[in-house]
């Protein structure tokens, strides 16, 4: 609803969904009047699209890579990436090609895990630091780390943005989660239900309470490095 919200001022004939998956935004911009182009790294996901969606004639689907994007450049009026670029190995690349295929004044969104959020900073140091422990006392194996979703703060984000040709417009945090664990686990309807209640927060200046934020910037005319 967010990524809707920051998307309803934008004039858009162009749109590309990075990472589309299912292909959750292909009602919205079929609604707005967009040519929609979603692009995933699944082929499967790809096929579905194809299939579900076959009758939508203003959209295209198509397997590919964020980091090299077969698109000529100043194609699209806005991009979106959610869930997406924190599954990357580097940034870089990536906004880079989407500076390349936006035309001037285009908009870009991204979502991404918050790593200042407290929820996250009890939950992945102290709180998995102590499970952890407890495991091995009563000889538990502990838990596989995850690998490959990373995270970052909004303000880390908007610098990295910067210097990479864009001006950032917009931030807004959502997820807000007061159930810390262990308590979001054994109480998971009341999390959620609470969550819920208190995502009006995400226009205020409390981002350190939302697990992740969604982020606006349009590109300039030139980057700072």
């Not at 090299?68 to 009026?77: A, I, M, V």
């Not at 969104?109 to 006392?137: E, M």
Request: glycine share 8%.
């Amino acid at each position: 609803q967010l990524v809707y919200e920051l998307l309803s001022d934008v004039e858009i004939e162009e749109f590309l969904d990075l990472g589309c998956g299912p292909g959750v935004m292909i009602g919205y911009s079929v609604s707005r009047g967009m040519r929609f182009t979603g692009l995933d790294v699944s082929l499967g996901m790809i096929r579905e699209c194809a299939e579900r969606f076959s009758d939508t004639t203003s959209a295209h689907f198509l397997v590919g890579d964020a980091e090299g994007l077969p698109f000529p450049t100043e194609t699209f009026d806005a991009v979106v990436c959610m869930g997406l670029v924190e599954y990357l190995e580097q940034d870089d690349p990536i906004l880079e090609e989407v500076r390349r295929i936006l035309k001037p004044n285009g908009t870009v969104i991204v979502t991404w895990p918050n790593q200042a959020s407290l929820f996250r900073l009890w939950h992945f140091s102290l709180y998995s630091w102590v499970l952890d422990l407890a495991k091995k006392i009563l000889g538990r194996k502990p838990d596989e780390k995850r690998v490959g979703r990373r995270s970052i703060s909004a303000r880390r984000y908007r610098k990295m943005l910067r210097r990479k040709g864009f001006v950032t417009n917009a931030v807004r945090h959502y997820n807000f989660m007061l159930m810390f664990s262990p308590l979001d686990y054994l109480l998971p309807r009341l999390t959620v239900f609470i969550s819920r209640r208190l995502e009006f927060l995400c226009r205020l200046p409390v981002g350190w309470f939302g697990t992740g934020f969604v982020i606006r910037a349009i590109k300039s005319e030139s980057t700072d490095g």
